[in-house]
């Protein structure tokens, strides 16, 4: 496979305000990545960076086999002549042009005769069942039509990558779970290389070939959604995905251990070598953490601690529970109301991940 | 409890009521819950009453046959054949009608060129071109054609030099053409603020995504931003059809030599004149109003569904420059010549003209140095009275219409919606009434009215007619600053239990501190400048800057005429320098 978009050495800051700092990341011809991360970790820079709107202040941009930016060898290819589709979060339709003639406007640059570029506008509309807005302003439009105009728009062209700044951040609940199904499906259906920035973790791991993590504008871990759901290499990383307890110790038994400042000791799924020695973290995610009401009930491996519930949330399919433990505040999600307020949970070695803090 | 769900109320003033009082009479009750929604309704009634009160006589004396002071008047279209058989008026309407056009066109071409090109292009010294671009406006129309006539009139300093020295003689300006010239350069920083702020509301991701698109920065200009401009563009051809309509400085210095009238010299000569006949001014005036309202309907109809143009923002974004390179250099060189000889010469020379008792390319000019304009206006004590008089009308005048566009502008968005469109829709009447018109119709109205005669011949009724016709803009300058407080933080003094006046006093006022004092000093430019509405209003005690101006210039005194403007520039200068710099 080839790579649609290689980054080497990206960084940005503005002035002595450091944005992203040494990004590497590779993107795989066909493939769909997510740039995730909370509001301010650079990722909506780093879009911007590759799609020309933004010129980064060191390292190298490739896209497929051609070098669109380089601080050191001076090349600055500008957006226009990178052959990118770009969607913004506020869908940035133009406002005095019918649907129709958003989306020939691209064609209309690239100088496509007048009857040529109609009809290719008009077959693309039809794919994403747009066909009957063509003549409508964007302003006739509802939200979730806009953003598939201009995703429309974005893609008449057969640009190389398609670039998504949050598309569906405007979109209400129930809309959005649609619009990714819909996503997923354009993706699959045009084959094309897709970026999206994201902040919602849902969004990232249900659509994405290539999870990118970022925080405070570095990489902090990069996957398959399944590896950074289940293999977290970061205390940061199975917070933000997933929301996973994160207990905080030394590493015990090369690795294999770890044992808290009040001397608890929680085994882990996998030895970790490398934490071997320094500081660790356990992360355990709070659906896998069981209450037990009698200690003796239990025929799971794992560490057994007191539990003082402090608060009880119930969301309809599950309780969340918080409480206090030996090793700090803890949240679990169960099925069932805690009996007690004092009572015991166990940690399953089985779910007990080791990470770097 | 009841009572609190009474909707015409939504200030709620009742919450403070005592419980006692509650259980007073139902009807007194009923009283006492309404009347902060009397207090609402008189305000913008009043406000009405004032905004239409120079239409009132005007309309009624146009079709009446005697004079307004006298009595048993009957109706009668005597005063519109009148008019319409007058030659002079035939010629002043076309007359109009081309100036207007000429100066419309101009400022609208040369403010539209000057926004794409100051807003979005990446000259160099782009900030201190647009200081200088913007300049006209913090100095009044009068002053700069007094100016250009010195300068570059048919007996002006430049004309004379260039056809002594090069033998090259200028157009001449007393023309419809060159009135219709000065009159759109005047009025071109007007349009430009109107594109530039028109610009800085397109979302920059509109650009971005034609480039995103495939088109070059100047193409994503020409293509998105352009066409997005059209409504602002029609908006601003009306705006400046009407200032051209409403133009006196021009017309007064530069097509009086020439006998060139157009319509508000037509209105002027025959308002000022002693023997004044008052019904065909009032129909002339007539027929200039339903000028601007045919102008003002073609705009409505032309623009269509606003919406197609109107563009919702996402996150605000710096907006890139288009970089030009060398032919930056070239076009900023040619704004610099355009500011410096539509502004920058005449002012200087203005300022020069003022310590010279006579100027001429042949005579040189330590020869003529004095300072003898000056002492002849600060010498003279009537002059002195206009200075001082103009202070206490931008002054005084200013604050007081700062007060009650501040107290309109709580009516205004605090009430009901009916309340609300009922204030705006008033606000923005003056906005299609000439200056001229404005001060006739109060010189009747004063006459008219009862007690009219204790104001006729005081600063008041310059100050009433100056805040009728800058009352819209005055309240377009303070609504948004005071939309975007927002209702819940005076709720939030409502919620703690302060009364509705409390609640304004605390959080209201001091928030807008720095918009009411932006409110007042643009009242107290406006007001300083004006000299159409007051033509028809001074009297021996209350003359103006302006009228003082005007009366010098019609003497021929042109070293007092720019001595004065001297010190008009030194009075309001930093202020509007303080206004139009502080973004």
């Known amino acids: ?357 | 409890m009841q009572i609190l769900g009474n909707d015409g109320d939504p200030s709620g003033l009742t919450t403070r009521l005592p419980v006692g009082m509650i259980a007073g009479s139902r009807s007194l009750r009923s009283i006492i819950i309404q009347i902060p929604n009397i207090v609402r309704w008189t305000l913008a009634v009043l406000l009405f009453a004032l905004l239409v009160s120079p239409m009132l006589p005007i309309a009624y004396q146009a079709f009446s046959d005697k004079p307004l002071y006298e009595s048993n008047s009957s109706l009668t279209l005597a005063n519109f054949r009148t008019l319409f058989d007058d030659p002079r008026f035939h010629a002043a309407s076309i007359a109009t009608f081309w100036f207007a056009l000429i100066a419309t066109a101009i400022s609208t071409f040369v403010g539209f060129l000057a926004a794409l090109i100051l807003e979005r292009l990446d000259i160099p010294f782009r900030r201190t071109l647009k200081i200088l671009f913007l300049s006209p406006i913090f100095v009044s129309a009068l002053i700069l054609a007094f100016a250009w006539s010195m300068l570059f009139g048919p007996s002006g300093y430049a004309t004379i030099f260039l056809r002594a020295i090069l033998g090259v003689s200028l157009p001449n300006l007393n023309s419809i053409g060159g009135m219709g010239l000065l009159a759109g350069v005047t009025a071109a920083p007007v349009s430009y603020l109107f594109f530039s702020s028109a610009i800085a509301n397109i979302p920059p991701t509109l650009e971005s995504a034609a480039r995103a698109a495939g088109a070059a920065p100047f193409s994503a200009l020409m293509t998105i931003v352009l066409p997005l401009l059209r409504p602002s563009l029609l908006y601003c051809v009306l705006l400046n059809f009407v200032m051209a309509i409403d133009h006196l400085a021009v017309p007064l210095i530069f097509g009086e030599p020439a006998r060139i009238e157009v319509l508000s010299t037509y209105l002027y000569e025959r308002g000022v004149a002693t023997q004044a006949d008052y019904g065909l001014v009032s129909a002339a005036a007539l027929v200039m109003l339903a000028m601007i309202q045919i102008v003002i309907l073609a705009q409505k109809s032309l623009l269509g569904d606003v919406r197609r143009y109107t563009t919702v923002g996402g996150r605000s974004v710096r907006r890139g420059l288009v970089p030009l390179g060398r032919t930056g250099w070239i076009i900023s060189a040619a704004f610099l010549t355009y500011t410096l000889l539509t502004t920058g010469i005449p002012s200087a020379f203005l300022i020069l003209r003022s310590f010279c008792s006579f100027m001429s390319p042949l005579i040189p000019i330590h020869s003529v140095l004095t300072l003898e304009n000056f002492k002849l206006i600060l010498g003279y004590d009537a002059y002195v009275q206009s200075i001082v008089n103009t202070l206490i009308v931008a002054t005084v005048g200013g604050f007081v219409a700062m007060l009650l566009t501040f107290a309109l502008a709580i009516v205004a968005y605090r009430s009901s919606t009916r309340l609300r469109r009922f204030v705006e829709f008033t606000a923005f009447i003056p906005r299609a009434i000439p200056g001229i018109v404005v001060g006739i119709g109060i010189f009747y109205a004063a006459v008219l009215l009862p007690g009219g005669g204790y104001i006729r011949g005081t600063l008041a009724i310059l100050m009433i007619a100056f805040t009728i016709r800058y009352f819209p803009t005055g309240f377009a300058v303070l609504t948004p600053a005071y939309l975007q407080l927002g209702e819940d933080l005076e709720r939030a003094v409502r919620v703690a239990g302060g009364g509705e006046l409390r609640s304004i006093w605390a959080v209201t006022l001091p928030l807008l501190r720095s918009a009411m004092v932006g409110c007042f000093l643009l009242y107290f430019v406006q007001f300083f400048k004006e000299y159409a509405a007051a033509s028809f209003l001074f009297g021996p005690d209350t003359a103006v800057i302006g009228t003082t101006m005007l009366q010098l210039d019609l003497m021929g005194n042109l070293g007092p005429v720019a001595a004065l403007s001297v010190i008009t520039l030194v009075l309001t200068l930093p202020i509007a320098i303080f206004i139009y710099a502080k973004d």
């Not at chain 1, 799924?269 to 003796?296: E, F, H, S, T």
């Not at chain 1, 399919?317 to 169960?334: C, D, K, P």
């Open chain 1, 1 to 357: 496979m080839q790579s649609a978009v290689t980054l080497v050495g990206i960084a940005k800051s503005y002035g002595n305000l450091k944005v992203l700092g040494d990004i590497n990341l590779i993107v795989r011809d066909g493939s769909f990545t997510s740039l995730l991360g909370p509001s301010g970790c650079g990722k909506t820079t780093l879009l911007n960076i590759i799609g020309g709107l933004d010129r980064p202040t060191g390292g190298e941009v490739h896209l497929g086999p051609d070098l669109v930016y380089s601080e050191r060898q001076q090349v600055s290819l500008p957006t226009e002549r990178r052959n990118i589709g770009f969607v913004f979060q506020s869908y940035a339709l133009w406002p005095h042009l019918t649907v129709l003639e958003n989306v020939s406007y691209p064609l209309k640059i690239r100088r496509l005769g007048r009857s040529e570029r109609e009809r290719r506008a008009r077959e693309m509309l039809e794919k994403l069942e747009l066909g009957v807005l063509a003549d409508r302003y964007p302003f006739q439009l509802s939200g979730g039509q806009q953003q598939r105009v201009a995703i429309a728009r974005s893609i008449v062209y057969r640009p190389r990558i398609l670039l998504l700044d949050e598309p569906l951040s405007n979109l209400d609940a129930q809309l959005r779970e649609r619009a990714r199904a819909w996503l997923k499906n354009i993706h699959e259906t045009f084959g094309l290389t897709t970026i999206l920035v994201t902040h919602d973790q849902t969004e990232a791991l249900s659509l994405s070939d290539q999870v990118v993590l970022l925080s405070q504008g570095r990489i902090e871990q990069v996957g398959t959604a399944s590896e950074i759901y289940d293999r977290p290499e970061t205390a940061y990383a199975a917070e933000f995905v997933g929301g996973a307890n994160i207990i905080r110790g030394r590493a015990a038994d090369a690795g294999s251990a770890m044992v808290t400042e009040a001397g608890i000791r929680i085994s882990v799924r996998q030895k970790n070598p490398l934490l071997a020695g320094g500081a660790m973290c356990v992360a355990i995610r709070p659906q896998k953490i069981k209450l037990i009401d009698d200690i003796a009930d239990n025929f799971v491996h794992g560490a057994v601690l007191p539990f003082a519930v402090t608060t009880v949330l119930y969301h309809g399919s599950v309780y969340e529970i918080l409480g206090r433990t030996q090793v700090g505040e803890l949240r679990v999600l169960t099925d069932r109301a805690p009996e007690a307020t004092n009572t015991n949970i166990l940690l399953p070695t089985e779910d007990c991940i080791s990470v770097k803090p």
